[in-house]
């Protein structure tokens, strides 16, 4: 039935409904007017799948991509502010544009170079210029809004006057200098680590001080429950002058005394990480009183929920794998009656059309299979064939395994290289780390520094989340390497990576006396042979590089260190043919997501393992821009 939302009034029956797929934009006859003229305009072909797809009226994956080629003139989220909308800024938006521009200049650059031995269709990217807003264009923008810039450090006024504090500078300069005379409360921090009742005492004094200079006190928490924890702790330790709000008191945060009391004192659902204190008023979090905030787990669902969650996410047709029986296809659940009792089944389907039904308790039996089925034969019911691929795969097993245990025996039986820091140059160079090491971080970085020093051959695994610094620890390893003469050679698995590691080495080893290169498919060729000729002569101490650095063409002059990152895109083969040519060097391996071989060769010994479990506090998971809509 067609139906009137508001009035809920059915209006006239219909036949059919049809849902079509959610898509970023619809294909109409203006708009691929548009796109074909604007693609010869940039591109001059008309013989790709894309711009064919496209002039037939056909959706082609990822043809959002080129989006700008659709409409006249696209528009930002930002366009739909109006001239009164007030816009602020933190400190270092600056530098997360840059950063991010850069980064996409990085994907088109790839993008546009051609990969070796690819036969496909050409891939024809946009220029950046036509996606995102340029540095310029950012520009013009805030020329025509109010934007105020919110900053902790001293910024000067256009008359040259310069004021200290949290200020909120108007860009551009023509607005001024706004002073809040803002100021971080350090005296609770200061505490944690000691006795946390101290944190109470030094909140009862803050309430005591601020109801005699009439000031009120704002606690900020970051949900409901935490408010009324926060509550009972503060009737245990005696403190009862704090009322329970559900917004924000008017009047406290604008010199503008109505609604609040002078001296009140309030707790509200504010997420706020850290206090701070004006003039005229004094904002506590619920984070600087009791501690970093943990998060709860989940609690986990009861099994048999599993067993049908996962039977939901199977489709009719598609192919899985009995521990026992081998491939077959899924045809859906059946019950079953045995013995005047019902049974939900999966029926599963083999070669020969035999069927098996297996009891939805015991569906860890079988797993999706993991490839294209297209091209997969299915196994016939009570066949020894799937046994004896099964007994053949087991056997390769057994071989790589003592391949690998071979490997790790002659390192162990190898004096390794003594590769001690030199305090000095090392506490300069981990000063240039701007931000405060995790616990965990810190005892990653002690235990491979160790390693590296007990005179055995390193092996070990550095597993954290992205953004939690194995990457740091890497650094510091290498420059320990390379200060004591010895060269290091980091594999990664993609060229954007390789530029990525090689800007980051290249900007915390300037000033030192070491040389940082890479090598990868945007290097030209002759630059690649001119590197490795270095690498081999020992003019170069660092060398990043992807699949590249295996060949047989890269010789080392005297290799201490090599690092191996993200080392589940490399094959078993790929990662100890350099251990095997250097059973003395120290590895050390970083990834988010260790594969199963690696996670156990860990767990069981032969390799040693560190956890970055802990998140960095008050760093920037990454940057953000508003691109085309």
């Given at each position: ?6 009035a809920?009034?059915t209006?006239?029956p219909?036949d059919?409904?049809?849902l ?18 604007r693609?010869r ?12 797809s ?29 001239a ?8 270092g ?6 950063a991010?521009l850069?980064t996409?200049?990085?994907?088109y650059q ?19 210029e036509?996606?995102y ?31 200290s ?11 001024g ?9 350090t ?14 005492e ?10 005699h ?6 606690l ?10 926060l ?42 990480e850290?206090?701070?204190e004006?003039p ?5 979090s619920?984070?600087?009183?009791l ?8 609690s986990?669902r009861?099994?048999?929920d599993?067993?049908f969650l996962e ?20 045809e859906?659940l ?18 020969g059309?035999?069927?098996?039904f ?26 020894s064939?799937w046994?004896?691929r ?15 245990i071979?490997?790790?025996?002659e390192?162990a ?18 000063s ?9 971080q810190?005892r ?7 390693d ?20 740091e ?16 050679a980091i594999i990664?698995p ?29 290097v030209k ?12 002569g ?11 650095l295996?060949?047989d ?15 589940h ?14 059973t ?11 594969i ?34």
């Open positions: 039935y067609q139906r009137r939302v508001r809920q009034t209006l006239s219909l059919k409904v049809v079509k797929p959610v898509s970023e934009l619809t294909l109409t006859s203006e708009g691929i007017s548009h796109f074909r003229a693609y305009e940039l591109f001059g072909v008309t013989h790709d799948p894309l711009y064919e496209v002039s037939a009226g056909r959706k082609y994956g990822g043809m959002e991509h080129w989006l700008p080629l659709f409409f006249p003139k696209c528009e930002t989220l930002l366009d739909y502010m109006t009164e909308t007030q816009v602020y800024s933190e400190e938006v600056e530098g997360a544009v840059s991010r850069q996409i200049a990085d994907y790839a993008r546009t170079m051609p990969v070796p031995g690819d036969q496909g269709a050409a891939y024809r990217p946009l220029a950046p036509l996606l807003w340029t540095v310029d264009e950012w520009a013009d923008f805030l020329q025509t809004k109010n934007w105020s810039k919110v900053t902790p450090f001293q910024t000067s006024s256009p008359h040259g006057e310069e004021r504090g949290t200020n909120i500078s108007p860009v551009p300069v023509r607005y200098v706004q002073d809040c005379h803002g100021k971080p409360l005296d609770f921090g200061a505490v944690q680590s000691t006795a946390r009742s101290k944190a109470f030094i909140l009862s004094q803050r309430l005591d001080d601020a109801s200079n009439k000031k009120p006190v704002v900020a928490c970051f949900t409901a429950g935490a408010r009324d924890r509550m009972t702790i503060l009737r245990e330790h005696e403190i009862e002058k704090v009322q329970t709000v559900d917004a924000w008191p008017s009047g406290i945060s604008d010199n503008v005394s109505s609604n609040a009391p002078p001296g009140a004192n309030f707790a509200l659902i504010y997420p706020l850290r206090s701070f004006l005229d008023l004094v904002v506590i619920e984070q600087d009183l501690g970093d905030r943990v998060a709860r787990s989940r986990k009861r099994k048999a599993s067993f039977a939901a996410q199977l489709t009719l047709g598609d192919l899985v794998v009995h521990r026992d029986h081998g491939i077959a296809r899924y859906g059946m019950t079953i009656s045995v013995s005047a009792a019902s049974h939900d089944c999966l029926c599963l389907i083999y070669d059309g035999d069927k098996l297996l009891p939805v308790e015991n569906i860890e039996m079988i797993t999706r299979y993991g490839s294209d089925g297209a091209a997969a034969q299915l196994d016939r019911l009570g066949s064939a046994q004896l099964k007994a053949k795969v087991k056997k390769r097993i057994r071989e790589v395994a003592d391949y690998l071979k490997i790790a025996a390192r039986l190898h004096e390794g290289k003594i590769l001690e820091r030199h305090p000095a140059s090392y506490e300069e160079f981990c240039r780390f701007p931000y405060l090491e995790t616990e965990d810190q990653a970085i002690e235990e491979v520094l160790n590296m020093a007990s005179g055995k051959p390193m092996d070990r695994l550095i597993c954290g989340d992205v953004g939690f610094g194995k990457t620890v890497a650094l510091r390893a290498a420059f320990v390497a390379v200060s004591q003469g010895k060269q290091v990664v993609t060229t954007l990576l390789c530029r990525q590691h090689y800007r980051t080495f290249r900007n915390r080893f300037q000033g030192f006396p070491y040389r940082v290169e890479q090598i990868s498919r945007l060729s002759a630059d690649a042979t001119k590197i490795r000729q270095d690498v081999a020992g003019k170069v101490q660092i060398i990043i590089a992807t699949h590249a295996l060949s063409k890269t010789k080392f002059t005297d290799l201490g260190l090599l690092i191996i990152d993200e080392e895109h490399f094959g078993v083969k790929q990662k100890e043919k350099l251990k095997k040519m250097c003395d060097v120290h590895v050390l391996t970083l990834t988010a997501t260790p199963p071989r690696t996670l156990q060769l860990a767990l069981s010994g032969v390799r040693e393992m560190s956890l970055i479990t802990t998140p960095p506090i008050d760093r920037f998971g990454g940057s953000h821009i508003c691109h085309a809509l």
